[in-house]
């Protein structure tokens, strides 16, 4: 890997992280609507921009280019599948909770992601890892405050499960890379899926909108495609190992954006709970580089 792809890599993560955030606020602005509503239109933007995207591929590169390798069918239904449940989760904690602590809930995904792989991929997990990922755990407690009100719990279970569905799709991603499905077919199918998952919860629950709101949540799916893209490109740059840290950027725009806009300050058990997991997540690179070189 050059410095060049390296630096690409970085600059591709980032931004990622931006569009990931911005996206987040697009959804707090559209106001109150459903989840399932907002989450309909966030798929069905990304899926019409990765479809035309595929268009030109194949236009490009033949239909070869679509096609599925086997068994990797099983795989995007699952990657599919925690994907959306990650959406629904997320976008519930994001009408419910400021912008930073439901980002940072989303963001345990890494940690989720090597449980899953040792439990799908067999993958090993270490000691010294598997104490960053309890210690990360304890940190989104902070974060969350569980109460018996479950009204009040309801939006920090709704996080904690985003960064789970989020971490078994990263998983499920990771399986699929090592069968050589294309990216832009993971996206294309999750988009598909998720879509088509959301209309029927969606028409049970419909609410109308002003053209303002529809807005809103067109540049919502519009953001989240771009983080898609932006994570992909990033990926294909620079492996995950050496770029996945400055995804925790998302943090810090979307603890700039809610303040900003929304005039959101997390309390100091919620600031304590960003610092743990974000230290945990630096610990855990920095052990993991020092162990490859080793």
């Known amino acids: 890997m050059t410095d060049k792809n390296y630096i690409k890599g970085i600059i591709f993560i980032v931004s990622s992280a931006f569009f990931f955030a911005l996206m987040a606020v697009f959804v707090r602005l559209s106001g109150e609507l459903p989840f399932s509503q907002k989450a309909f239109f966030r798929n069905m933007i990304s899926f019409v921009i990765t479809f035309i995207a595929i268009v030109k591929q194949v236009h490009q590169n033949g239909f070869e280019f679509i096609k599925i390798p086997k068994g990797s069918l099983k795989f995007l239904l699952l990657r599919s599948l925690g994907g959306t449940i990650g959406i629904?989760?997320?976008?519930?904690?994001?009408?419910h909770l400021i912008l930073a602590d439901a980002s940072i809930l989303n963001k345990m995904a890494p940690f989720w992601t090597v449980i899953f792989c040792l439990l799908l991929l067999r993958e090993k997990i270490r000691l010294v890892p598997l104490l960053a990922i309890v210690t990360a755990f304890l940190g989104a407690i902070l974060v969350a405050k569980p109460t018996f009100d479950f009204s009040k719990t309801l939006p920090s279970l709704s996080g904690f499960l985003s960064g789970i569905g989020a971490g078994f799709a990263y998983a499920c991603v990771r399986k699929l890379s090592t069968l050589k499905c294309p990216g832009t077919i993971i996206i294309l199918f999750f988009s598909a899926f998720s879509t088509l998952l959301t209309i029927p919860l969606m028409l049970m629950d419909f609410e109308p909108m002003s053209l303002k709101q529809i807005i809103i949540l067109i540049l919502a799916g519009a953001s989240a495609a771009g983080g898609q893209f932006?994570?992909?490109?990033?990926y294909f740059h620079a492996p995950a190992s050496k770029i996945s840290i400055f995804d925790f950027c998302q943090i810090i725009f979307s603890a700039s954006l809610g303040f900003f806009i929304f005039d959101q300050k997390p309390d100091v058990l919620s600031i304590i709970g960003y610092f743990v997991i974000v230290s945990m997540a630096v610990?855990?690179?920095?052990?993991?580089?020092?162990?490859?070189?080793?």
Request: glycine share 8%.
């Open 283 to 294: 610990f855990n690179f920095f052990w993991n580089e020092k162990h490859k070189e080793g």
């Open 230 to 234: 932006t994570i992909t490109a990033a």
């Open 88 to 95: 629904f989760g997320n976008f519930y904690a994001i009408d």
